[in-house]
């Protein structure tokens, strides 16, 4: 065993880790351990610390040496705080910009706003909504998910709400026995055509008289979401309903599938859906994740866009079509969607898996399905549409259905809206 040194003392230990460290943070491996080896036998640190001193040289170090407690100040400057040395890349002209994208999509994630912004951006520089310069528009198009949501970190505070609600559905009758189940697990269609759909009431909480309700419909593989507002819950508006917003949709219905109520499950439209060689389906009972993807736009579309307040008059249920007549064109062709492609266990914890970002537009067009007039009708409807002009109307409308409801001498009053006055 070699005979160790005589160890340096205080001033000999800083001069020798000053010079040492320049030239181990420039060395490369094999270099590095003989430069370490000096460097221990010189001051008789321990190998692991002397390491991570040469490493971290120029910070304040306190080592405990056998009892003796010795303080190393190297001579780099503190960094001051609130003093960033590498210069902002998304600037606050592109975050303005970004702010106004992002209330003019109603306020999406990053994950969802990110690859549509290649869509969006020109949409808007056509529509002059927007006045760009190079510069910001590649950094726009560059943008990550991540970014955008560090960036909207303080306007996301602004406008989240959450609401929660209880449903009121009654049981259907006897004709449920005849109309087969489906779960959430065996949608595997990879055609557009079949459809979930579902009731949300307008009772604003008091389930008292006749109210409004939303009928919802949504196709499980492209997203395309068509709303219409009826009487009541009754079987004859609810059949109504289904039959106007059975026109609307820009492909023919293969398949539908309701919950267990009795305004879904009734002779009358099980033999409509046998006349016009439609599948009908239904839920299990208490099990709402069967109409998962009906469910997430009560809330996504209908809730933010309706509220949660009461509405039973002719004046405001005239509204509230009118409103969705404006919030089908925003949604289908403006609003970019994530679909969930795989989800694996792995003991307690569940990983999904999702796809692109995109609208339910864009969907249809890369469907193959889907016939090409079809495909030319919703290219021709999609250079006709302002996004900014049809947010401004549906944000006017939703004023005007919230002013209308909080008129009438209701004992229910609340703001409810999530985005009452979010962008005009």
């Known amino acids: 065993m070699r005979k160790r040194e005589k160890v340096l003392d205080m001033e000999g230990r800083y001069k020798l ?21 000096r460097f221990t036998e010189a001051t008789g640190y ?9 490493r971290n040289w120029g910070r304040k170090v306190v080592i405990y040496n056998k009892g003796e407690r010795i303080v190393f100040i190297g001579e780099r ?46 949409v808007l520089e056509r ?8 510069e910001i528009r590649e950094k726009l198009l560059s943008i990550s998910a991540s970014s955008i949501d560090r960036m909207l970190k303080e306007e996301k505070k602004i406008w989240e709400i959450k609401k929660k609600r209880k449903g009121y559905t009654k049981p259907g009758g006897l004709v449920k026995s005849q109309i087969p ?40 593989f492209t997203g395309w979401t068509e709303t219409i507002a009826v009487e009541n819950k009754s079987q004859h508006y609810v059949f109504i309903g289904i039959d106007k917003l059975r026109a609307r949709f820009p492909f023919p219905l293969l398949g539908i599938d309701s919950d267990n109520g009795s305004e879904f499950i009734n002779n009358h439209l099980q033999k409509y859906c046998e006349k016009y060689r439609i599948t009908f389906t239904r839920a299990r009972p208490y099990k709402k994740n069967d109409s998962c993807y009906v ?18 008059t002719e004046a405001e249920l005239e509204l509230m079509n009118l409103l969705y007549t404006k919030l089908r064109l925003y949604t289908n062709f403006f609003q970019p969607q994530m679909k969930c492609r795989e989800k694996t266990r792995i003991g307690s914890k569940i990983i999904k898996r999702y796809d692109k970002a995109k609208t339910p537009y864009q969907r249809i067009l890369e469907c193959n399905s889907v016939d090409k007039k079809i ?22 409308l939703q004023d005007k259905l919230y002013n209308m409801a909080m008129e009438k001498p209701f004992y229910h009053r609340k703001k409810v809206f999530k985005n009452e006055t979010a962008y005009k």
């Open 295 to 312: 469910e997430q736009k009560n809330y996504s579309v209908v809730r933010k866009a309706a509220g949660y307040l009461r509405y039973e």
């Open 375 to 396: 495909k030319q009708n919703l290219k021709n409807l999609y250079k006709s549409l302002n996004p900014v002009s049809l947010k401004r109307e549906i944000v006017h």
């Open 77 to 122: 400057k503190e960094r001051q705080k609130g003093i960033r040395k590498r210069p902002i890349y998304y600037d606050k002209k592109v975050l303005d910009v970004l702010k106004h994208i992002w209330l003019v999509l109603d306020c999406p994630c990053g994950k969802r706003l990110a690859p549509y912004l290649r869509e969006v951006v020109p």
């Open 127 to 134: 529509e002059e909504e927007i006045v760009v310069g190079r």
């Open 181 to 220: 189940i489906r779960t959430f697990s065996e949608w595997n269609e990879k055609a557009p055509g079949f459809v979930e759909m579902d009731l949300v009431d307008h009772s604003g909480g008091v389930e008292r008289g006749i109210f409004a309700q939303t009928l919802d419909m949504t196709d499980v």
């Open 46 to 54: 321990n190998r692991c610390y002397a390491g991570w001193l040469l």
């Open 17 to 37: 880790g000053k010079i040492m460290a320049v030239r181990y943070k420039k060395a490369r491996k094999k270099e590095r351990g003989e430069i370490l080896e």
